[in-house]
Nanobody, 125 residues
């Protein structure tokens, strides 16, 4: 069982930047994708971005693709999400999820076999 731990959240103002990290431990990651999801109060958990573990190829949701970047460090078993020009729309708990790789540019919540505990991001206007 892979264990995931997110960190890096905080309370910031509109326009600020944050970097979130997700560290994996347990079985070695191979043909996997790691995804970032955001869940705002009273809302569904939505896809933010994903990275293929073997290649580092990353995709992002259209709503954030011009402002966010996603990467992974295989040596550190870590995925990062660099968030710039934050708006209140990005407020929520950010979760790291792990799924088997499939062709595509997103990850569904139902595909994730492991989840982290989440890290809170609050963007004030």
């Amino acid at each position: 069982q892979v264990h995931l731990v997110e960190s890096g959240g905080g309370a910031v103002q509109t326009g600020a930047s944050l970097t979130l990290s997700c560290v994996a431990s347990g079985p070695r990651l191979t043909n996997d994708v790691m995804g970032w999801f955001r869940q705002a109060p009273g809302k569904e958990r939505v896809f933010v971005g994903r990275v293929r573990w073997t290649t580092g190829l990353a995709t992002l949701a259209t709503s954030v693709k011009d402002r966010f970047t996603i990467d992974r460090d295989k040596d550190k078993n870590m995925m990062t999400l660099q968030m710039n020009s934050l708006t209140p729309d990005e407020t929520g708990v950010y979760y790291c999820g792990l799924a088997n790789w499939r062709y595509g540019n997103n990850v569904k919540s139902s595909e994730c076999a492991s989840w982290g505990q989440g890290t809170q991001v609050t963007v004030s206007s």
